[in-house]
């Protein structure tokens, strides 16, 4: 079993920062993947970034490369999503996930991939 708890979500202006983080525990044995997806309202849970927790490779959609980085810190077992020059559109709640092995060779960008769920966090961009 594996916990995931996500914090640094909040209401920033358009244009600012946050470093979203998510921090995981109850597993000795690190992850495929850890990923990040986005949900507003009204609308379908979508990928936002991934990365394969041995090799460090990262996966974006193209929408949101050069704004959001995904990393992690293997001694915390924690992952961050930094997130710059944010837009209203990317409000959303952010939710922390775990894939604890692979799928496929594909990018795990899909939300069947993962295993484990945090609780997510709400962002809010205002204009």
């Known amino acids: 079993q594996v916990q995931l708890v996500e914090s640094g979500g909040g209401l920033v202006q358009a244009g600012g920062s946050l470093r979203l983080s998510c921090a995981a525990s109850g597993r000795t044995s690190s992850p495929y993947a850890m990923g990040w997806f986005r949900q507003a309202p009204g609308k379908e849970r979508d990928f936002v970034a991934a990365?394969?927790?041995?090799?460090?490779?990262?996966y974006y959609p193209d929408s949101l490369k050069g704004r959001f980085t995904i990393s992690g810190d293997n001694a915390k077992n924690t992952t961050y999503l930094q997130m710059n020059g944010l837009k209203p559109e990317d409000t959303a709640v952010y939710y922390c996930?775990?894939?604890?092995?692979?799928?496929?060779?594909?990018?795990?960008?899909?939300?069947?991939?993962?295993?484990?769920w945090g609780q997510g966090t709400q962002v809010t961009v205002s204009s």
């Open positions: 990365i394969r927790w041995t090799s460090g490779r990262t």
């Open positions: 996930a775990a894939a604890l092995a692979a799928r496929s060779v594909r990018a795990p960008s899909q939300t069947y991939d993962y295993n484990y």
